[in-house]
């Protein structure tokens, strides 16, 4: 069977299908690997008289799709159009001049013509914006004066007699703050005049929402029966506030909630409302960290509902987004600030939060939506940036159970863009977050246990001065999945990312081999297990064709062998002199040229072995001969010693 031409392929696509099976079949072809970043050209067909195609241009040039010089010449062809060529008046000959003619028709006198009207004139913008401002100000100023009069008032009654307040009269104060906001921000509202005073009030309402239920777990008006009643109406007189901003917001708007006409039951609104309610019970034991977990998991559903709702890639456009983080803010400041949870406790809730931003940020937009004015580049950085500063916060944690989930979710974050991207710089965030996930797993074992591993080990292999020589063990399987990461881009065909990950897994065996050269067994076991993996590596890129450094893996394999060999016999003889070694060297010598004679070049892959063989027993010859005049100089030195060396 013959095999396919070499080259590239050009297909011409034309279908009447929708948009969004189009993108899916892209998808599905990158996903194959039969697409790159470089390989798509399209063409696009559209009337140059469409009223919206300067707006599509200045949408693509803004994004990247096309050069200035390219809509420049564009709108030169296409969207010109010549001037008109200047009339030429033509000469006329002169005339003989006639008597005049009588005047048939009279001359127009100035009063035939209609009186000019004055134009009205427009009212100046600038004089608006100031009665405005002055509306605006008069009002903010009368109750910017009944504030400072209030809590003036209760300053000084707080000096004198706040002590003989009870718990719930001590809440009154705050919660008649927050009902007199909302009844002010009401009638506001409903003057039709004064916009702006009433969505400031409305939101510094809602502001003092979690703070109420904060003040009354704090107050603990939990403790007599006689303050429930206070609670129960504070708590239906609270939630009735935050329900009923619904229907302003859909009737006069509000920008901090940003709610839309569509929304029927809006489910930011009634998530803030929980978050609220998490701030009672704050007394029993675990609770503030269960609260902090449990809201960040409720507003990451919330945002997951909205976003496909709304069909938005982007978590700014999620309606209710300011307010609900400025909820959970609210738990995250009491708990760390006021009740004093160490923020190590609170590292995967940031890392959750730093994964759900990424996650939400490469969520694909519907195709029928207009190009969202979002940037995803900074929502990206700053999800990353959480993701990172969640580790940081919980690496340092005696049993860092959470640093390895968001670990994880690093890993994952990593994957899904190498799995779009197949960048080099993805890969290599990936092993190294791998790697750290090593230690970190390690440091997961109890004390009593590592301890136990390490006498244990170190017992075993004579490495009680140098423990750190087990790292030549400990890593390996580390280094056999770099190893079955870099097979599976070659089946991607994926070469470079593939021939990128050799690169590092030779660095990693390379230094683990280093490392253990001071012990006698870990040497020959590290030979052992690198001569076993190169083996298994050449012949898997052998079996799949790949031709590209074949020579350099064979020769490695080849020499990892020859080199384990060496050092068994270096640890089952410990004592043996140059001259041993030196016929050591020649038998191996004789070995290596046996096997270059004897066996058939049947392929590529067999000759480059045969190769190998004879290169390698000349190698082996010289380092022979290099040994025996080195036990040949000690016998002009001491011809004792010359004889022991021999046996």
Same mark, same amino acid.
């Given at each position: 069977?013959?095999?396919?031409? &070499?080259?590239?392929?050009?297909?011409?696509?034309?279908?009447?299908?929708?948009?969004?099976?189009?993108?899916?079949?892209?998808?599905?072809?990158?996903?194959?690997?039969?697409?790159?970043?470089?390989?798509?050209?399209?063409?696009?067909?559209?009337?140059?008289?469409?009223?919206?195609?300067?707006?599509?241009?200045? %949408?693509?040039?803004?994004?990247?799709?096309?050069?200035?010089?390219?809509?420049?010449?564009?709108?030169?062809?296409?969207?010109?159009?010549?001037?008109?060529?200047?009339?030429?008046?033509?000469?006329?000959?002169?005339?003989?001049?006639?008597?005049?003619?009588?005047?048939?028709?009279?001359?127009?006198?100035?009063?035939?013509?209609?009186?000019?009207?004055?134009?009205?004139?427009?009212?100046?913008?600038?004089?608006?914006?100031?009665?405005?401002?002055?509306?605006?100000?008069?009002?903010?100023?009368?109750?910017?004066?009944?504030?400072?009069?209030?809590?003036?008032?209760?300053?000084?009654?707080? %000096?004198?007699?706040?002590?003989?307040?009870?718990?719930?009269?001590?809440?009154?104060?705050?919660?008649?703050?927050?009902?007199?906001?909302?009844?002010?921000?009401?009638?506001?509202?409903?003057?039709?005049?004064?916009?702006?005073?009433?969505?400031?009030?409305?939101?510094?309402?809602?502001?003092?929402?979690?703070?109420?239920?904060?003040?009354?777990?704090?107050?603990?008006?939990?403790?007599?029966? /006689?303050?429930?009643?206070?609670?129960?109406?504070?708590?239906?007189?609270?939630?009735?506030?935050?329900?009923?901003?619904?229907?302003?917001?859909?009737?006069?708007?509000?920008?901090?909630?940003?709610?839309?006409?569509?929304?029927?039951?809006?489910?930011?609104?009634?998530?803030?409302?929980?978050?609220?309610?998490?701030?009672?019970?704050?007394?029993?034991?675990?609770?503030?960290?269960?609260?902090?977990?449990?809201?960040?998991?409720?507003?990451?559903?919330?945002?997951?509902?909205?976003?496909?709702?709304?069909?938005?890639?982007?978590?700014?456009?999620?309606?209710?987004?300011?307010?609900?983080?400025?909820?959970?803010?609210?738990?995250?400041?009491?708990?760390?600030?006021?009740?004093?949870?160490?923020?190590?406790?609170?590292?995967?809730?940031?890392?959750?939060?730093?994964?759900?931003?990424? +996650?939400?940020?490469?969520?694909?937009?519907?195709?029928?939506?207009?190009?969202?004015?979002?940037?995803?580049?900074?929502?990206?950085?700053?999800?990353?940036?959480?993701?990172?500063?969640?580790?940081?916060?919980?690496?340092?944690? &005696?049993?860092?159970?959470?640093?390895?989930?968001?670990?994880?979710?690093?890993?994952?974050?990593?994957?899904?863009?190498?799995?779009?991207?197949?960048?080099?710089?993805?890969?290599?965030?990936?092993?190294?977050?791998?790697?750290?996930?090593?230690?970190?797993?390690?440091?997961?074992?109890?004390?009593?246990?590592?301890?136990?591993?390490?006498?244990?080990?170190?017992?075993?292999?004579?490495?009680?001065?140098?423990?750190?020589? /087990?790292?030549?063990?400990?890593?390996?399987?580390?280094?056999?999945?770099?190893?079955?990461?870099?097979?599976?881009?070659?089946?991607?065909?994926?070469?470079?990312?593939? &021939?990128?990950?050799?690169?590092?897994?030779?660095?990693?065996?390379?230094?683990?081999?280093?490392?253990?050269?001071?012990?006698?067994?870990?040497?020959?076991?590290?030979?052992?297990?690198?001569?076993?993996?190169?083996?298994?590596?050449?012949?898997?890129?052998?079996?799949?064709?790949?031709?590209?450094?074949?020579?350099?893996?064979?020769?490695?394999?080849?020499?990892?062998?020859?080199?384990?060999?060496?050092?068994?016999?270096?640890?089952?003889?410990?004592?043996?002199?140059?001259?041993?070694?030196? %016929?050591?060297?020649?038998?191996?010598?004789?070995?290596?040229?046996?096997?270059?004679?004897?066996?058939?070049?049947?392929?590529?892959?067999?000759?480059?072995?045969?190769?190998?063989? +004879?290169?390698?027993?000349?190698?082996?010859?010289?380092?022979?001969?290099?040994?025996?005049?080195?036990?040949?100089?000690?016998?002009?030195?001491?011809?004792?010693?010359?004889?022991?060396?021999?046996?």
């Amino acid at each position: 069977m013959s095999s396919p031409r &070499e080259g590239s392929i050009t297909i011409a696509l034309k279908t009447n299908t929708s948009q969004s099976k189009l993108l899916e079949a892209l998808a599905l072809w990158q996903e194959l690997g039969l697409l790159s970043e470089t390989s798509i050209d399209i063409i696009f067909k559209t009337k140059a008289s469409h009223p919206a195609l300067l707006e599509g241009l200045d %949408a693509w040039l803004r994004l990247g799709l096309l050069q200035e010089t390219f809509v420049k010449r564009l709108c030169r062809e296409h969207l010109t159009c010549a001037l008109p060529e200047p009339s030429v008046i033509p000469k006329v000959s002169a005339l003989p001049v006639s008597k005049p003619a009588r005047q048939l028709v009279s001359p127009l006198a100035s009063n035939d013509f209609a009186p000019e009207t004055p134009k009205a004139k427009k009212p100046n913008s600038i004089a608006q914006m100031w009665q405005s401002l002055q509306a605006e100000f008069s009002v903010r100023w009368l109750l910017f004066l009944g504030m400072f009069m209030v809590v003036v008032s209760s300053g000084v009654l707080a %000096a004198s007699q706040w002590d003989n307040f009870p718990a719930a009269g001590q809440y009154g104060v705050l919660l008649a703050y927050t009902l007199s906001f909302w009844g002010i921000s009401a009638w506001t509202t409903k003057q039709g005049n004064l916009p702006l005073t009433a969505q400031t009030l409305r939101v510094v309402t809602l502001l003092l929402i979690p703070v109420n239920f904060w003040a009354m777990d704090g107050f603990g008006l939990w403790r007599h029966p /006689l303050n429930w009643l206070v609670v129960a109406v504070a708590t239906v007189a609270l939630s009735a506030i935050v329900l009923s901003s619904i229907l302003l917001g859909r009737r006069y708007g509000n920008g901090f909630l940003r709610l839309r006409q569509q929304q029927s039951f809006p489910l930011p609104i009634i998530n803030y409302l929980g978050l609220s309610y998490l701030n009672w019970a704050w007394g029993i034991p675990g609770f503030p960290i269960g609260a902090v977990y449990l809201g960040i998991g409720s507003i990451i559903a919330t945002l997951y509902i909205e976003s496909r709702k709304q069909n938005s890639a982007f978590i700014f456009d999620v309606a209710g987004f300011p307010i609900l983080v400025y909820g959970i803010g609210i738990l995250l400041f009491r708990a760390i600030f006021v009740i004093g949870v160490d923020i190590e406790q609170l590292g995967l809730a940031i890392g959750m939060c730093g994964w759900f931003l990424y +996650w939400l940020s490469q969520k694909p937009q519907a195709p029928s939506l207009p190009v969202s004015p979002s940037p995803r580049l900074p929502m990206i950085w700053f999800g990353g940036s959480l993701l990172v500063l969640g580790w940081l916060v919980c690496v340092a944690a &005696e049993i860092p159970w959470q640093a390895m989930i968001v670990s994880g979710l690093g890993v994952w974050l990593f994957v899904n863009r190498l799995l779009k991207f197949w960048r080099r710089s993805d890969l290599a965030a990936i092993l190294a977050i791998g790697l750290q996930m090593v230690w970190l797993a390690w440091r997961l074992i109890p004390p009593s246990i590592q301890t136990w591993l390490l006498e244990t080990a170190t017992t075993l292999t004579h490495s009680q001065e140098t423990p750190y020589v /087990l790292l030549s063990l400990v890593l390996f399987p580390y280094l056999v999945l770099i190893v079955g990461l870099a097979d599976w881009l070659y089946q991607r065909k994926k070469h470079d990312l593939a &021939e990128f990950a050799e690169v590092i897994a030779l660095g990693i065996g390379v230094n683990l081999t280093t490392l253990c050269f001071s012990n006698p067994l870990l040497l020959t076991i590290n030979g052992i297990n690198s001569a076993i993996t190169l083996g298994i590596v050449t012949q898997r890129r052998s079996r799949l064709g790949i031709k590209h450094h074949l020579r350099l893996r064979v020769y490695l394999t080849h020499s990892s062998a020859i080199a384990t060999v060496i050092s068994a016999i270096n640890y089952l003889f410990p004592n043996l002199h140059f001259g041993g070694f030196s %016929a050591i060297l020649l038998a191996l010598m004789v070995a290596e040229w046996s096997l270059s004679l004897k066996i058939p070049a049947t392929s590529d892959y067999v000759k480059i072995w045969r190769e190998s063989a +004879w290169h390698l027993g000349l190698t082996l010859a010289g380092l022979s001969y290099v040994l025996l005049c080195v036990n040949y100089s000690a016998y002009d030195v001491n011809p004792d010693s010359y004889l022991r060396a021999w046996g």
